[in-house]
């Protein structure tokens, strides 16, 4: 499938807020991409297909992650996450995409995990800080992800670790690990969350 005929397919999946919402990560992916130095084209198939099924009824979600066996724990956790996991298997099986590293940049675009790829990581921090985007900590995500990917995505997780505390939600235990990796990281590199 072309480039145009996939765009074409996603964007038909979607009401047209969240279409605008992934034209937005496309954008903000291939900047990000091409400031960190990785592949645009993969960055943009990723970013395209990232939210494929987020609009499908979340049973449905559900059911493509039971049915074929793909991180069942997360169904225990918020429904938000699902569709990163979804996303992935569609991508490949209904889509075409052979691509592991792409792959993996939409399964693991809402959560992240330890030891990101530098695709996971641009693919990831532009669906935080995309033009669409409007939440207290954006603007400081955004100026952060001018200096270095790991600092604003340590910001991006903090963002979304505190939004859950506030309203008593469960933490998928892989987005914790996500974030104290991205800072052993940070560290190791010689680098703190502190600095300006």
Same mark, same amino acid.
């Given at each position: 499938?072309?480039?145009?005929?996939? =765009?074409?397919?996603?964007?038909?999946?979607?009401?047209?807020?969240? /279409?605008?919402?992934?034209?937005?990560?496309?954008?903000?992916?291939?900047?990000?991409?091409?400031?960190?130095?990785?592949?645009? *084209?993969?960055? &943009?198939?990723?970013? %395209?297909?990232? *939210?494929?099924?987020?609009? /499908?009824?979340? *049973?449905?979600?559900?059911?493509?992650?039971? &049915?074929?066996?793909?991180?069942?724990?997360?169904?225990?956790?918020? =429904?938000?996450? /699902?569709?990163?996991?979804?996303?992935?298997?569609?991508? $490949? =099986?209904?889509?075409?995409? #052979?691509?592991? $590293?792409?792959?993996?940049?939409?399964?693991?675009?809402?959560?992240?995990?330890?030891?990101?790829?530098?695709?996971? =990581?641009?693919?990831?921090?532009?669906?935080? %800080?995309?033009? @669409?985007? *409007?939440?207290?900590?954006?603007? #400081?995500?955004?100026?952060?992800?001018?200096?270095?990917?790991? +600092?604003?995505?340590?910001?991006?997780?903090?963002?979304? %670790?505190?939004?859950?505390?506030?309203?008593? +939600?469960? %933490?998928?235990?892989?987005?914790?690990?996500?974030? #104290?990796?991205?800072?052993?990281?940070?560290?190791?590199? @010689?680098?703190?969350?502190?600095?300006?």
């Amino acid at each position: 499938m072309n480039r145009e005929s996939l =765009k074409e397919s996603v964007r038909s999946q979607m009401p047209a807020a969240r /279409w605008q919402h992934t034209l937005g990560v496309v954008e903000t992916s291939i900047r990000l991409a091409a400031r960190y130095g990785a592949d645009p *084209d993969k960055a &943009e198939l990723a970013a %395209i297909l990232h *939210d494929c099924c987020k609009s /499908w009824p979340v *049973d449905r979600q559900a059911a493509v992650i039971r &049915e074929h066996a793909l991180s069942e724990d997360v169904l225990q956790y918020d =429904k938000e996450l /699902w569709h990163a996991i979804a996303g992935a298997w569609v991508a $490949e =099986k209904e889509y075409g995409v #052979n691509d592991p $590293e792409v792959l993996d940049a939409i399964r693991y675009h809402t959560t992240g995990r330890a030891g990101m790829t530098l695709l996971e =990581k641009v693919v990831c921090l532009a669906d935080y %800080i995309e033009p @669409g985007r *409007d939440f207290p900590a954006v603007n #400081n995500i955004r100026e952060l992800a001018e200096h270095s990917l790991e +600092k604003a995505l340590v910001a991006g997780f903090d963002s979304t %670790i505190h939004f859950l505390l506030d309203r008593g +939600k469960k %933490i998928y235990p892989l987005t914790v690990l996500t974030r #104290n990796a991205l800072l052993f990281e940070l560290e190791s590199a @010689g680098g703190t969350m502190r600095e300006p």
